[in-house]
């Protein structure tokens, strides 16, 4: 595979948070990159780090977390090295990010018109009547028919499908080199959720960025990403291509997480699942946080973190027994 530039590289990052009984590591170094022009699904279940990750990358981590080592690099710049003055120059104008919820993103008390004109005039310094046609061709192309006119409304007045599109709108504004998708569907039906995808990878392809995207759902991944970052319990198991990952998934977990998707044209057996294990359990594991529920695990797994093996081109397992 040919040379790629790196555009987002995250290098043994560790995040932890404080518990009852001190502090609990939720990432346990995460490492992982994005390419230019490229779109990666970072997956696993609820609870795996998908959000904290993405969170630390635009600097949003919640007060109480602390980052305990490792480095995320955006083109020439380490984003922990900088002040919160020089993240504000970051954000929005290189990195932009969609939330999980579409109505608690907007302002409930501005019509969403002024909401996207504002991004216009804070990050591009637009007068009021420029960023308001600006906006107005914004709503336009993400698919709000009637722009002019939906542009006036609140966001209380607009379906979740119709919110998305004006975060979207918001998002691209100032057309970062990469996006942050961070569930952008949740709560809405499947119709409406191609349609959000299928935008995003327009608008992808149009400013020739990159998209990080978050999901739980294999299927949106299959059809939309070009790589795959698989996670649980805040550690990267495995990252390969789409087409290596769903035709050879190696790490256990990413095994057992394919099985889980339903198919309508084969019976699949499904392997045991230890549905006793709380994520406790798992993140109190030295080694493999995956150990506990492994079929294939080792004894030293329980204690050694193990080491991250290419297993083909372009396809990466953190695995003491991948083989």
Not at 61 to 71: A, H, K, N, R, W
Not at 208 to 222: E, K, R
Request: hydrophobic share 40%; with cysteine.
């Amino acid at each position: 595979m040919a040379a790629r530039d790196t555009l987002l590289r995250i290098e043994g990052l560790s995040v932890s948070f404080p518990s009852g009984d001190g502090r609990v590591t939720i990432l346990d170094n995460v490492s992982f990159d994005v390419f230019e022009h490229e779109i990666v699904g970072l997956v696993g279940e609820s609870g795996s780090g998908k959000t904290i990750t993405s969170l630390t990358v635009m600097g949003f981590l919640p007060p109480s977390g602390t980052i305990g080592g490792g480095e995320i690099w955006f083109k020439d710049r380490n984003l922990l090295e900088c002040t919160e003055e020089e993240m504000r120059q970051v954000r929005g104008q290189q990195i932009a990010m969609i939330f999980q919820s579409t109505r608690s993103a907007l302002n409930p008390l501005m019509r969403v018109g002024d909401q996207v004109a504002r991004v216009y005039r804070v990050q591009r310094g637009l007068g009021a009547r420029e960023a308001r046609i600006q906006a107005i061709q914004a709503l336009t192309r993400v698919g709000i028919p009637d722009a002019e006119q939906r542009a006036r409304a609140y966001p209380h007045q607009l379906s979740r499908g119709m919110c998305q599109r004006v975060l979207i709108a918001m998002m691209v504004a100032c057309e970062p080199s990469l996006l942050i998708a961070d569930e952008p569907t949740t709560g809405l039906d499947v119709t409406i959720q191609a349609q959000i995808f299928e935008l995003i990878k327009d608008l992808q392809q149009a400013a020739n960025a990159s998209i990080l995207l978050i999901t739980h759902d294999l299927g949106v991944v299959a059809e939309t990403c070009d790589r795959v970052v698989v996670m649980y319990a805040g550690q990267v198991m495995e990252t390969a291509t789409v087409e290596s990952l769903f035709a050879k998934p190696i790490h256990p977990y990413t095994q057992r997480l394919l099985h889980s998707v339903l198919r309508v044209d084969k019976t699949i057996e499904m392997p045991e699942v230890d549905a006793g294990l709380s994520e406790e359990v798992a993140y109190s594991v030295a080694g493999c946080r995956f150990a506990p529920r492994c079929p294939r695990v080792l004894p030293h797994c329980w204690e050694e973190h193990p080491p991250r093996e290419q297993a083909g081109p372009d396809h990466w397992v953190t695995c003491h027994n991948y083989n």
